[in-house]
């Protein structure tokens, strides 16, 4: 790979115009859950944050959920995929005019979104259960959302297989390849939502129809909620599989296994929606059992990619002199933040995962239900594995797009101090949600609270001031990306990974599209046709109460 | 197609561990019965009052000490009933719905949770083996008091 592809100016601009409204999207999101840890601590700001148009806890909570996990997510997933489409194929886009429509669809939706919540007029957090009723415009700016990122997608798709159809017989680049997989299961989860904004929200919002189903629009909802929790992840997979065994000095261990995970990431990720409803009356418990069984299979592409991941990284430990059982673990190249991020992530991943197998148990599920313990999770996989490798891929590919330096030290702090201050926040969490603590409270304002629960309060509160230190931290490096004019100036080569074994090797049934897709399509029929036949011709029509509720 | 050995244990013992998480559920929920929330039936929210069990929700003794029914309307920001009285090791039928936004029904300390929706009624089941003072809260958002919604089973010793 000793020829060197250039970004060409059109796509390298939209990678940083998406980045750059990603990163202020986590930096507002992420300071609000500053204010949510002082209230659980009994110090309550609200009042203060008032004068800047934050009024109470549920509007800045509303903010915190859509900038943090919808926004800057999203923003950096499509900034990320078109750069491993594009440097993946060596190739620029089809048509760069197509992904910037997509990009200012999605933009004039999040500014319509925005704008009521600022307002506190959708102080109704970012699943906006019906019936609370949000201005119509709120929804539109939803629906715009996601239509623009289907339009970068659809960019993707067209760049991707014309390529194929070029190079006929060639294994396509992992890195290209597993992006479009991503996309495409955005693009089977957000039927689901369209679904529910479209046609059931929008038009009642409008006051076209005289109400809705709740369970049925719950139900349209989680056919999103769930895999998009697999379009946060699969990003942070791809970088792990396709980027960091090169960061650390190795290879990837496995080609084949890489795109066989990704493909039953596909294909289990969206036919389980009812984990997300085990305690709701209106779904069948038979039809919440089979999405059990379903999401718990979802265990084995997450243990192949573990390890998968863990085999690149002894390899790369090994060849770094790394020697015993563990020992190769000390040889990586911890002092890069980059890779720091990312190992810390993935470790911090592992009891992530533990939690979730936990939550997928159905009955076990009653104990933890809108808990605290929801929240710890989510903080774990979205809000450090995902969100920890975000800022890991940062790390190299802010120097590449912008020519300086990074500030190393500072970088290591930051990692390092959002890791730990990440662990304890996230396991007094736990341990609340235990106890029964419920989410989405001003824990600080219930009267219901015992005494026991206040000192895993206080450790919820120091581990978050760790967390919101080292969120602060990488603001700042953001910053000096976007705004300093250091003297020095570096080029970086994007680390991209080879797998130890010639990709041409991977059998071709792992580089074909149509029978996974027909499969993926079909089980998600499956899983939902008589539930939602169901719902539907049993619709009771609910309308918003006349009372404002915040 | 090449799979390392190590890597094909992996994945054969990923496997049966999954499988036996599922049978282990399974068996915990149909055999032993440790069930989720089900559906009693549907109701206009709107109509509730008119309806006789809804327009006096509270406790029914079934079986005196062995069986008792509770009806229970979630509303913005209260539950109503706000406090009940039932004695310890007595079965305890908790039919639950909202009359406005969704809301979420939870006892701390035991395992009794589920979502409350307007339009359904939610049934769980539930028997208190301990006497003593247990509150139920709202755990899903409602609107500016969410945090203020919650009441309290006093559970009694039975005479
Ligand atoms: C800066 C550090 C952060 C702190 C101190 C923090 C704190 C919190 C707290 C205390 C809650 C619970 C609120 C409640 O249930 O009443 C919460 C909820 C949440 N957080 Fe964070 N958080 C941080 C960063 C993040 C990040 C990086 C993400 C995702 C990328 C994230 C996503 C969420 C989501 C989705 C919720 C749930 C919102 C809801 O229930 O509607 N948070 N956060
Ligand atoms: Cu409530």
Not at chain 2, 3 to 31: N, Y
């Amino acid at each position: 790979m000793a020829e060197t592809f250039r970004l060409p100016p059109s796509e390298k601009k939209l990678i940083v115009w998406h980045l750059v409204i990603g990163v202020v999207a986590i930096s507002i999101g992420g300071s609000l859950g500053l204010f949510q840890i002082l209230n659980h601590g009994g110090i309550d700001w609200y009042g203060w944050l008032s004068k800047i148009g934050i009024k109470n806890y549920y509007q800045g909570l509303t903010l915190h959920g859509v900038l943090n996990a919808i926004v800057w997510t999203t923003y950096f997933i499509m900034a990320f995929l078109t750069f491993n489409v594009v440097y993946g194929l060596k190739q620029p886009l089809k048509s760069a005019k197509v992904n910037w429509l997509g990009f200012w669809v999605m933009t004039l939706g999040v500014v319509l979104a925005a704008i009521p919540i600022w307002l506190n007029q959708a102080t109704v957090l970012y699943t906006f259960y019906p019936p609370m009723l949000a201005p119509w415009f709120f929804y539109l700016g939803l629906a715009l959302l996601v239509v623009g990122s289907w339009i970068e997608g659809w960019g993707l798709a067209w760049t991707y297989f014309a390529w194929r159809k070029a190079n006929p017989g060639q294994r396509s680049p992992f890195i290209a390849f597993a992006s479009v997989l991503t996309f495409l299961l955005w693009q089977l989860a957000t039927i689901g939502v369209a679904a529910e904004v479209l046609i059931l929200l929008l038009p009642w919002s409008l006051g076209l129809t005289p109400g809705l189903d709740v369970e049925l629009a719950r139900t349209l909802f989680w056919w999103f909620g769930h895999p998009l929790v697999y379009f946060w992840l699969l990003p942070a997979y791809i970088s792990w599989y396709g980027y960091l065994p090169r960061q650390a000095g190795g290879k990837l261990f496995s080609d084949t296994l890489a795109r066989l995970a990704f493909w039953l990431f596909l294909l289990l990720s969206v036919p389980v929606g009812f984990h997300h409803q085990y305690l709701d009356p209106g779904v069948p418990p038979t039809w919440r059992y089979i999405h059990a069984l379903l999401t718990l299979s979802v265990v084995v592409p997450s243990m192949m990619t573990l390890f998968t991941v863990v085999a690149s990284l002894e390899y790369a430990g090994r060849k770094r002199g790394g020697k015993g059982l563990l020992g190769w673990i000390r040889a990586l190249p911890w002092g890069d933040p980059s890779v720091a991020a990312q190992l810390l992530a993935g470790l911090i991943f592992v009891f992530g995962g533990i939690g979730g197998v936990i939550n997928a148990s159905y009955n076990v599920n009653m104990i933890l239900h809108n808990t605290t313990w929801v929240s710890g999770h989510f903080h774990l996989t979205v809000g450090t594995a995902v969100t920890l490798t975000f800022i890991g891929i940062f790390y190299w590919w802010a120097p590449y797009l912008t020519g300086k330096p990074l500030p190393v030290k500072l970088a290591r702090v930051q990692v390092w101090l959002y890791a730990i201050g990440m662990a304890i926040f996230s396991q007094a969490m736990h341990a609340l949600g235990l106890l029964g603590a419920p989410r989405r409270t001003p824990l600080g304002n219930a009267p219901y609270i015992p005494p026991e629960w206040q000192g895993l309060l206080l450790r919820e509160l120091i581990g978050g001031i760790l967390l919101v230190t080292g969120g602060t931290l990488f603001i700042v490096i953001a910053a000096y990306f976007a705004f300093a004019k250091p003297k020095e100036r570096v080029t970086v080569e994007p680390p991209v990974a080879e797998a130890l074994q010639d990709p041409q090797l991977t059998p071709a049934w792992l580089d074909t599209w149509r029978p996974w897709v027909v499969g993926a399509v079909f089980l998600v029929l499956l899983a939902y046709t008589p539930v939602l036949l169901d719902l539907v011709q049993n619709m009771v029509l609910v309308t918003a109460p006349r009372i404002p509720l915040w | 197609m090449h799979i390392d050995v190590l890597e094909k244990r992996w994945i054969q013992i990923s496997i049966a561990l999954m499988a036996a998480f599922a049978v282990l559920i399974g068996v915990a929920a149909f055999a032993w019965g440790v069930q989720v929330p089900t559906l009693e039936r549907r109701v206009d929210p709107a109509r509730l009052k008119d309806d006789p069990i809804w327009s006096n929700p509270g406790v029914r003794e079934v079986v005196p000490g062995k069986h008792y029914e509770v009806y229970m309307i979630a509303k913005v920001w209260q539950f109503e009933p706000r406090e009940i009285q039932v004695p310890v090791g007595a079965r305890v039928t908790f039919y639950v719905t909202s009359a406005d936004v969704q809301h979420a029904f939870k006892i701390v300390g035991t395992s009794v949770s589920m979502q409350v929706l307007p339009g359904y009624v939610g049934k769980v089941s539930y028997t208190f083996q301990e006497p003593g003072e247990y509150s139920f809260i709202c755990t899903e958002y409602c609107g500016i008091g969410h945090a203020a919604m919650y009441g309290v089973i006093k559970v009694t010793e039975s005479k």
